[in-house]
């Protein structure tokens, strides 16, 4: 059994990468960020004040969260709802930062996370794969891009999804979104050790599958 840390900033195409590759290499792909935004999204539901962590922390305890893997990826349930669509409202990028930040937040979806590895291979992406999810990570994989190239590429994404917005906006919330999650005391968003850097800048889709592939090769033979 293997596992594949794929950590990153916002709009680096960690999912769209970890997708693919979970597909080639038939694996499970899990998206950790999704668990943040269904805590995000049931405090945004919920009316909680999200700087308040203590308020955030006595509502855990009426979360439910699970994961599914369907024949279209992953599936989280919210106290048995599919929010697959409600946690990708922009809005809900922000809460989730906000409460990834709280320590307990981050220890409640431990073992959601660690249990997905226990009887497949996995490609996991996020923040902190590499450095405390999965420190013994057969691969661990650091993509990132600069500002503008990923703020585009988040930009279109949600254009397509017909999300109103603009560049502006989108940049500048990806920027303190990433300032949040690379500063936060608890699991920032930093490279592990002895991760491979990816910058990804430059490089289409397929260049940067054929980089992450030529990574996971080296050290899975
Ligand atoms: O990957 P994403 O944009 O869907 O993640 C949403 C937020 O969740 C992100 O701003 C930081 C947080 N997150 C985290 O702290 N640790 C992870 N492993 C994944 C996401």
Redesign the pocket.
Known sequence: MYKIALDGP?GSG??VMAKAVAKRLNILYV????L??AIGLYMFRNDIDISDAEAVVAKLADIDLKISQTEEGQVVFLNGENVNGDIRLPEI?MY??KV?AIPRVREFLLDIQRNTAKTNNVIM?????GTV?FPDAEVKIFLFANDEVRAKRRYLELQEKGIATTYEEVLSDMQK?DE??RTRAV?P?LPAEDAVMLDNSSLNIDETMSAILGIINEKIK
């Open positions: 916002s960690k999912s998206d950790t960020g999704a943040y935004r990028s989730a930062s990834s992406d996020g923040r902190d794969i999810i979104r949040n999650d699991a968003c």
